[in-house]
């Protein structure tokens, strides 16, 4: 290589490089809002505990399940030509299907894909506009639980499939890197799967998710502990709260100690851990000192199990404890066995909830897994019906009209009757549930219970 | 380099410039942006782990640093390129401050020891920045992946550019000179911890300058996200599967990787990792050169039979 070459090289290098840096500055990209990255989520108003909707087995039209619309429902078909409808309404979705959320990511597919199927098998979703029922069709991309893969799915699916709205993928992490695509496409988003409430604060207009969020979560707690347990003497008073250090548990840690005093209990020890921390001990021990008597955590996995054989092996036990995330997994009762009992999660749904379409969702899910319909199943089946509903009172496929339907809807559900506040949060039900025997087991609200509350726990060595 | 051969990288060059204007489609804008993030990472990950030969696994150090400073300053008001170029600089003084303990290690040891450096940097960010790092929503209304593309492009071709003026100059040989046999080099005078110690700095400086380009691009993530292994590991594969210690292999290596693992993604849903790890393990077994080594076997013997 002589020198002069090199130069040359260089220079055109150096030249282009210079070129392509004025280039981003001349393209249309203002200053940000100046909002540092690290500010505190928003106080929450903490909402009314959760009321169990009527389960009705003759729902009214406005609440009617959209899996199957009745071809009366239907408007009358107009005298005027019709524009030709497109032969798929498309949908799609970003989900962890491989990788750290992978286990997550599996049970929410299955009911974008069995939602999907119950409502082509009815021939589909009536849109006014094109006056005919017009089929969904779904596409999914892995996106390996790597938020910025998520993005390039989200922008392959609104360029490539056109999508009239986009579903959500799982956990807090993915959607935190796709939902300001959605909003940035101007796309509907329906996401479950994520209790963050301060995303919902953040102003984004196209985002829903019909799920249990953290300020309903933590009323809830003490609500469903003072109805389940009606003798005051008897109640855990004193509570221990193990958070992780994460947006999300420093805003259930918040609303906890807040919601805690306004319920009659006392936070006696509150401890926060790094993400993937497996040894509680010293945490555990203030926590059996102060003689906490229920307990208030939120890990994931394998931390949810380490917390667990911690409490075992230092001999605290908890009359009563909410651990939520970790114990939702499949194999929390086969991993910890009867040590596993005992415990109560917020998943936001269960397969024995009595709802319309549940019994059917479960059927499917049977005969290809040979089990009910896993906790997140249901939720994101309830994505694909809200959204059929909002496309068939839109009339439309315009993504801004179905997104203020969207807004406006008032749908039954698998998880219930379904509608929106302001910020996209859900109005849901928020069942809590209890590992029982190895089984999962709906103890509150009372009128979806499955099984009474099994309280106080005993000790680990005397199960 | 020939007439030709400068023909054809300005025309390319002039193509990559003009991408833009042609491409409307939001989807290959970002697989391009994508791409030439890649490039950046892969190329600056290079300067220290292929021209110097120290196997560097604390890469995402540098690039979650270059991130986490511009995305702070940005937000805070600040320019973008001055936020830019001050995140790659706090990298560089990051590289400097460990670099001196780190090279008192060899081999796997330095290695290990660059890996438990991003590892406590991850731990640590994720502890301390623990809230959602996303665009304000009013400034989402005109986010446009147009300027993200040039400012990577930009990005790219200033660690390209650079890295080839290193390794065509007196620090090229000198490293050069260490990778193949350190001792050896110190005998001769060469000063091998200044050799390295520059290396390093340079490659943390692209290191930290990608991680600001990836913060002006990325609409919302956890900060802890830009120090996570699999943008140090990702950026290795890409070099070896290229060529590792070349100029043109990380760039090879970095389209082949995303558009490859992309294509497959949008083809095989959760089958496309398996699938993406068995050619991967088919390159490392039959292209121990990565693509560079087919092409210098090509062009060794096309001059063999012109002699």
Not at chain 1, 374 to 391: E, H, N
Request: one cysteine or more; proline letters at 6%; charged letters at 15%.
């Amino acid at each position: 290589m002589n020198k002069r070459n090199l130069n040359w090289i260089v220079r055109i290098g150096l030249l282009v490089a210079l070129v392509a840096v004025v280039a981003a500055c001349a393209s249309p990209t203002p200053e940000p809002t100046k909002v540092p990255p690290t500010a505190a989520p928003a106080p929450t108003k903490a909402p009314e505990p959760t009321k169990a909707p009527v389960a009705t087995t003759a729902p009214t039209k406005a609440a009617e399940p959209t899996k199957a619309p009745a071809a009366t429902s239907a408007p009358a078909p107009t005298t005027a030509a019709a524009k030709p409808a497109p032969a798929y309404i498309e949908v799609g979705a970003s989900i962890p299907l491989t990788g750290k959320f992978g286990s997550l990511g599996q049970q929410v597919k299955p009911g974008y894909q069995y939602a999907v199927n119950d409502i082509n098998a009815a021939g589909g979703i009536y849109v006014k506009e094109f006056d005919k029922k017009i089929p969904l069709r779904l596409t999914v991309y892995d996106d390996a639980s790597d938020p910025t893969q998520a993005v390039s799915k989200m922008e392959t699916l609104f360029a490539d499939q056109k999508v009239v709205a986009y579903l959500g993928g799982a956990s807090s992490d993915m959607h935190v890197a796709t939902i300001p695509i959605a909003e940035k496409n101007k796309v509907p988003y329906l996401g479950v799967s994520f209790a963050l409430n301060a995303i919902h604060q953040k102003g984004y207009k196209y985002l829903f998710s019909p799920f249990p969020k953290s300020p309903q979560q933590t009323v809830d707690t003490f609500a469903a502990l003072n109805q389940l347990i009606p003798d005051a003497s008897q109640r855990p008073l004193k509570v221990a709260i193990f958070a992780e250090k994460s947006d999300w548990g420093a805003e259930e840690e918040a609303l906890w100690k807040e919601n805690a005093t306004k319920a009659g209990y006392t936070v006696v020890v509150d401890e926060q851990y790094a993400v993937g921390n497996l040894d509680f001990t010293a945490m555990i021990l203030k926590a059996k000192a102060a003689g906490a008597e229920t307990l208030l955590a939120l890990p994931n996995q394998p931390s949810g199990e380490a917390l667990i054989k911690g409490m075992v092996e230092n001999g605290w036990t908890p009359k009563f404890s909410l651990i939520i995330r970790a114990p939702e997994n499949v194999t929390w009762s086969t991993n910890l066995k009867k040590n596993g009992d005992y415990v109560t999660i917020f998943p936001g749904w269960n397969s024995a909830m009595k709802f319309p379409g549940v019994d059917q969702l479960n059927k499917a899910y049977q005969a290809e897994f040979k089990r009910d319909a896993d906790l997140l199943t249901g939720p994101s089946y309830a994505c694909v019906q809200i959204l059929a509903k909002a496309i068939e009172t839109a009339g439309t496929l315009d993504r801004d009209k179905i997104r203020d339907a969207i807004a406006a809807s008032n749908t039954s559900t698998v998880v219930g009757n379904v509608t929106f506040n302001a910020d996209g949060t859900g109005k849901v039900l928020d069942p809590l549930i209890q590992w029982q025997n190895g089984k999962l087991e709906v103890i509150w609200p009372l009128d979806h219970a499955t099984a009474k509350i099994m309280y106080p726990a005993p000790a680990f060595d005397k199960r | 380099m020939n007439k030709i051969q400068i023909t054809i990288i300005v025309i390319l060059l002039a193509a990559l410039l003009a991408f833009p204007q042609f491409i409307t489609s939001e989807s290959v804008l970002n697989l391009a942006v994508y791409v030439l993030l890649y490039v950046s990472i892969a190329s600056s990950w290079n300067v220290l782990g292929g021209f110097a030969g120290q196997t560097n696994l604390g890469h995402a150090a540098f690039f979650g640093v270059g991130a986490l400073v511009t995305r702070m300053l940005w937000f805070a008001g600040w320019n973008i390129f001055a936020s830019m170029v001050i995140g790659a600089l706090v990298a560089v003084v990051l590289a400097l401050i460990i670099g001196v303990p780190a090279f008192r290690l060899r081999g796997v040891y330095f290695a290990i020891g660059t890996l438990a450096l991003s590892q406590i940097l991850l731990i640590t960010v994720g502890n301390t920045f623990s809230t959602i790092s996303s665009i304000p929503t009013e400034d989402l209304k005109v986010y446009s992946l147009v300027p993200r593309y040039y400012m990577f492009l930009g990005v790219a071709l200033l660690t390209i550019v650079t890295a080839y003026v290193l390794l065509n100059s007196r620090f090229g040989l000198g490293i050069t000179a260490v990778r193949e046999e350190e001792d050896a080099a110190e005998s001769l005078g060469v000063s091998a911890l200044k050799y390295k110690m520059l290396a390093f700095g340079i490659s943390a400086f692209f290191g930290g300058l990608t991680g600001g380009a990836f913060a002006f691009y990325h609409v919302g993530y956890y900060p802890q996200l830009t120090f996570g292994p699999e943008w140090t590991f990702d950026s290795m594969m890409m070099a070896y599967i290229g060529g590792v210690g070349t100029i043109v292999g990380p760039v090879i290596g970095a389209v082949f990787f995303v558009v490859l693992r992309e294509f497959l993604a949008l083809r095989f849903a959760e089958f496309h990792l398996i699938i993406f790890g068995v050619l991967f393990i088919l390159v490392v077994l039959f292209l121990p050169d990565g693509f560079m080594g087919i092409w210098e076997k090509i062009r060794k013997r096309l001059l063999r039979r012109s002699k």
